[in-house]
């Protein structure tokens, strides 16, 4: 008579993918180098101001050497409505 029950099976369904490493790299204040990552992020929480451009994977990078500011600032989106969004700049 077969065992009934769990399979070996049953341990894969567990399975975890990698951590993918976001969030803000080099905070208000700091020091950049010019390509360096300044935010990894998913979608645009964040957005460039000067001296720093946005990637294909929507991380935002700096243009040249500085120091990193960050601020706030109202946008205005398509359907009338206002947002506070955060502008990343090189300073």
């Known amino acids: 008579m077969p065992k009934t029950g769990k399979t ?8 975890r993918s990698l951590p993918k490493y976001l969030g803000i ?4 204040g700091q020091r950049v180098k010019k390509g360096g990552i300044i935010v990894r ?3 645009s929480q ?3 101001g ?8 929507y991380s935002i990078f700096a243009l040249k050497d500085g ?3 960050i601020t706030k600032k109202k946008k205005i989106s398509f359907d009338g409505s206002k947002k506070l969004v955060r ?3 090189v300073i």
């Open 67 to 69: 120091i990193v500011k």
């Open 50 to 57: 000067k001296n720093a451009k946005l990637a294909k994977d």
């Open 25 to 28: 790299k080099i905070f208000d």
């Open 46 to 48: 964040f957005i460039p």
């Open 8 to 15: 070996s099976s049953g341990k894969r369904m567990g399975k």
């Open 41 to 43: 992020q998913r979608g």
């Open 87 to 89: 502008v990343v700049n």
